[in-house]
């Protein structure tokens, strides 16, 4: 595996290894050792698969409060998306940056988001599935968000407004840290 940091601290887009036949290819999705060696969490408690049925659908932006804040390993297997993390990290250099990168079935990248970053994505083609493995169970006491569109961050969606979004996630309140 390949990883680049971007230019958020902690946030890695991940090449997999691709080993290709005359049948096809085998891609290593996972293994923990070259995530230990950069001092990454390497937990996976839960794994799950986003289905989302149209192109430019929004979902996020959320992050789990403590003690249930979690890192996430984002990777698409059917489609594309824009996927997007936030620094909301107070005490960090970066704090209220965000960093978008492009992930498909076909560039077979992950993203790598650690905790204290909310995390959304826009999907650019019908029928995109989105798998994410994440550090800790889902707890829905401690389930939070930023919206999608809020001017502290300016996210560049590269289709704009949402063709789908949930209540939840078009009516998070604007961004203010500490509430």
Known sequence: MTFTETHLPGVWLIDADVFPDHRGAFVLAWTPEPFAERGLDTRIAQVGISVNIHRGTIRGLHYQRPPFDETKLIRVVQGGIFDVAVDLRPESPTFRQWVGVTLTAE??????????????????????????????????????GVRWDDAAFGIDWPLGAPSSINERDATYPDFVWGT
């Open 107 to 144: 560039n077979r990248q992950m993203l790598y988001i650690p905790r204290g970053f909310a995390h959304g994505y826009q999907t650019l083609e019908d029928g995109t599935e989105a798998l994410y493995s994440v550090s800790k169970p889902y707890s829905r006491a401690h389930q939070d």
